[in-house]
T-cell receptor, first 110, second 113 residues
Framework: SQTIHQWPATLVQPVGSPLSLECTVE??????LYWYRQAAGRGLQLLFYSVGIGQISSEVPQNLSASRPQDRQFILSSKKLLLSDSGFYLC?????????FGSGTQLSVL | QKEVEQDPGPLSVPEGAIVSLNCTYSNSAFQYFMWYRQYSRKGPELLMY????GNKEDGRFTAQVDKSSKYISLFIRDSQPSDSATYLC?????????????FGQGTTLQVKP
């Protein structure tokens, strides 16, 4: 069966520091991969998606970037975090129109 | 107007009640409809998946889609305290192979024992 791993679960970072969140999927090949952000009291915002290695589409211009160095690995990065980057970050993968989420990373930028 | 509207609640019901959660949408091209359940500080979990109009039942959960009214519902029978969570509706037109979904804001449900 397919599983998705996302870490860390919680992260507290100072403003201006770099960020790297990693997500890996097991049990499937060539999945579509996604990064979502969920701010407090708000819905899910799609940040990036990838249909293959090295293929990244950005949905919202911002302080973040994404990379897919391997088929089942998706990385969310920032060179310098802003206060507004705080939120709950979710990695997800899809097959046949269904979307499956990881456990999420709660990022607090202070 | 947002593409998907969902009453944020919170909705509080006694244990055993029937719960109705709803979403309206504006894009008539939507064909795939989903409901997710999200516990606090956890990732959303796919609960129900429906294609086009009609009903789908899974245990205590029933999903309904009325495309003519652009309205979808999730019913929970015999609600339990463990059903306390935020419920998100999601949908897509299926036109791309990326699986991108449009989400509602989520409705927070509390089931009191």
């Amino acid at each position: 069966s397919q599983t998705i791993h996302q870490w860390p679960a919680t992260l507290v970072q100072p403003v201006g520091s770099p960020l790297s969140l990693e997500c890996t999927v097991e049990g499937t090949s060539n999945p579509n991969l996604y990064w979502y952000r969920q701010a407090a009291g708000r819905g899910l915002q799609l940040l990036f998606y990838s249909v293959g290695i090295g293929q990244i589409s950005s949905e919202v211009p911002q302080n973040l970037s994404a990379s897919r160095p391997q088929d089942r690995q998706f990385i969310l990065s920032s060179k310098k975090l802003l206060l507004s980057d705080s939120g709950f970050y979710l990695c997800a993968w899809s097959v046949t129109k269904k979307l499956f989420f990881g456990s999420g990373t709660q990022l607090s930028v202070l | 107007q947002k593409e998907v509207e969902q009453d944020p609640g919170p909705l509080s019901v006694p244990e055993g009640a029937i719960v109705s959660l709803n979403c309206t949408y504006s894009n008539s091209a939507f064909q795939y409809f989903m409901w997710y359940r999200q516990y606090s500080r956890k990732g959303p979990e796919l609960l129900m998946y429906t294609y086009s109009s009609g009903n789908k039942e899974d245990g205590r959960f029933t999903a309904q889609v009325d495309k003519s009214s652009k309205y979808i519902s999730l019913f929970i029978r015999d609600s339990q305290p463990s059903d306390s969570a935020t419920y998100l509706c999601a949908m897509s037109d299926g036109s791309s192979n990326t699986g991108k979904l449009i989400f509602g804001q989520g409705t927070t449900l509390q089931v009191k024992p």
